[in-house]
Nanobody, 129 residues
Framework: QVQLVESGGGLVQVGGSLRLSCAAS????????MGWFRQAPGKEREFVTA????????YYADSVKGRFTISRDNAKNTVYLQMNSLKPEDTAIYYC??????????????????????WGQGTQVTVSS
């Protein structure tokens, strides 16, 4: 089992920045693919970004590419999501998630919720205009 706890959400103005953190506990963190999904009001949960177990590869939804950066610190059992140039459409609950261990994915992989086994409770991000 892996327990995930997100933090760092809040209210920010358009064009601002936030950094989300996800602290993991339980099984060895370092082997897991880690990701972030988000769910806006009235919409389905969608993929945002993912990072391989070693941090060697990262993947982004087109909607956040160039603005968001995922990173991880395996020594601290933590994954981060740096969000810059925020837009109102980024408003959502952001969920941290852990998936397959020691796996690489092709660059155009179609990420799904089913690729991940463990989920945090989510943290609210609100971008005001």
């Amino acid at each position: 089992q892996v327990q995930l706890v997100e933090s760092g959400g809040g209210l920010v103005q358009v064009g601002g920045s936030l950094r989300l953190s996800c602290a993991a506990s339980g099984r060895t963190f370092g082997g897991y693919t880690m990701g972030w999904f988000r769910q806006a009001p009235g919409k389905e949960r969608e993929f945002v970004t993912a990072i391989t177990w070693d941090g060697g590869r990262t993947y982004y939804a087109d909607s956040v590419k160039g603005r968001f950066t995922i990173s991880r610190d395996n020594a601290k059992n933590t994954v981060y999501l740096q969000m810059n140039s925020l837009k109102p459409e980024d408003t959502a609950i952001y969920y941290c998630t852990a998936g397959r261990r020691y796996t690489y994915y092709r660059s155009n992989y179609n990420w799904r919720e089913e690729d991940f086994d463990y989920w945090g409770q989510g943290t609210q991000v609100t971008v005001s205009s």
